[in-house]
């Protein structure tokens, strides 16, 4: 049976429906938000709102860029605390599938997340038919060179420089993402019983270090390697040295020796690796690239702003307003 179209039933929602049968409206709710009669203010962007802009936000970055940088310059590795990092060359931890191969919940100790850990992890999630513990990615490729650090006297043999290993991580991370599976009173290694190791790991996780206060999950060097990298070229945290007397240096003037277990390989992947000593200020360790990016931003804008200026006044109008619509 034909039926005849009706522009009025399309506006009203449709033909009218029979009789006992429930009305449909397809019609948005007569309301300022879905009918759009919100009030709206669009801003008219001229030249004397705009250049102002510009010039204020250089001559605000240019300064606190050149501050920064100089800051982070005039750090020396004889005051106060010495830090000492590792360093790894095109290593992208930034990599998606990379940042994604880990379980938290594992992480945090959750008993059901160790033995059955997250589909994220593979393909490091089982070996030998046992849920890995770390699993992923992240875990598996742990830095595990070993640094000691040794002044070189003249008339004697090397002094080792003591080397504190607490203390490296984020008080957050240590205490409240990562944690051991539950039970205080039972060891260590009976807390992991079911899991293994990680692929590339030449000992498992509770087996870190001796001491319980810094073995398994918390352990600072497994914590601070866990916390991914944003560029290819990173550092982390080491150890820390720390300063005995304001009388004397850190480390004082001298031949020192650095001795290295070399654990970890790099020439897979085309890296380099590098130990740094360093102090700390107030911006925390040694990092031009955050007062060369304010730099940049200052100069940017205040190049902009005379650009901006001189096409002003060659193609303002014949009113001579000191405003043009950009």
């Known amino acids: 049976m034909a039926m005849n179209y ?33 009030p709206a203010w669009q801003p008219i962007l001229t030249a004397g709102t705009v250049l102002p802009t510009f010039f204020i936000i250089g001559l605000i970055f240019i300064p606190i860029g050149i501050g920064i940088f ?3 310059n005039n750090i020396r590795e004889i005051e106060g ?13 930034n990599h998606r599938r990379y940042v994604k191969s880990r379980d938290d919940s594992q992480l945090n100790g959750d008993p059901s997340a160790l033995l059955n850990p997250s589909k994220e992890c593979e393909p490091y999630r089982r070996n030998e038919d046992k ?29 080792p420089i003591h080397l504190i290993k ?20 039972i060891p260590l290694e009976e807390r992991f019983k079911g899991t293994t190791k990680p692929v590339n790991w030449v000992k498992p996780v509770y087996m870190l270090d001796p001491n319980e206060d810094n073995s398994g999950f918390i352990n600072e060097d497994f914590i601070v390697w866990m916390r991914t990298a944003a560029l290819p070229t990173f550092r982390k945290l080491y ?35 590098r130990m740094i000593l360093s102090t700390i200020s107030w911006m925390g360790g040694k990092n031009p690239f955050l007062g060369i990016a304010y730099i940049a931003i200052g100069s940017i804008s205040f190049l ?8 002003n006044h060659k193609y303002r109008n014949s009113s001579n307003t000191a405003d043009i619509t950009i």
Not at 138 to 159: H, K, Q, R, W, Y
Not at 247 to 270: C, E, K, Q, W
Request: hydrophobic letters at 35%; proline letters at 9%.
């Open 6 to 38: 009706n522009a009025k039933d399309e506006v009203d929602g449709g033909p009218p429906c029979a009789p006992g049968g429930t009305a449909k409206n397809r019609r948005p709710d007569n309301t300022a938000f879905k009918q759009q009669r919100l």
């Open 70 to 72: 100089v800051t982070s």
């Open 81 to 93: 605390n010495v830090f000492m990092y590792y360093g790894l060359s095109n290593f992208y931890q």
């Open 131 to 159: 849920p890995i513990a770390p699993c992923g990615a992240i875990a598996n490729s742990m830095f595990n060179d070993t640094l000691d650090l040794f002044l070189v006297g003249n008339e004697s043999d090397p002094t």
């Open 166 to 185: 607490k203390g490296i991580a984020w008080w957050t991370d240590k205490n409240v993402k990562f944690r051991n599976p539950p039970g205080a009173d």
């Open 239 to 273: 150890r820390l040295i720390e300063r005995k007397s304001d009388l004397h240096p850190t480390l004082p003037a001298g031949r020192y020796y650095l001795n290295i277990t070399y654990n970890y390989p790099v020439h897979s992947f085309d890296g380099r690796k």
């Open 304 to 311: 902009l702003g005379v650009v901006l200026l001189v096409i």
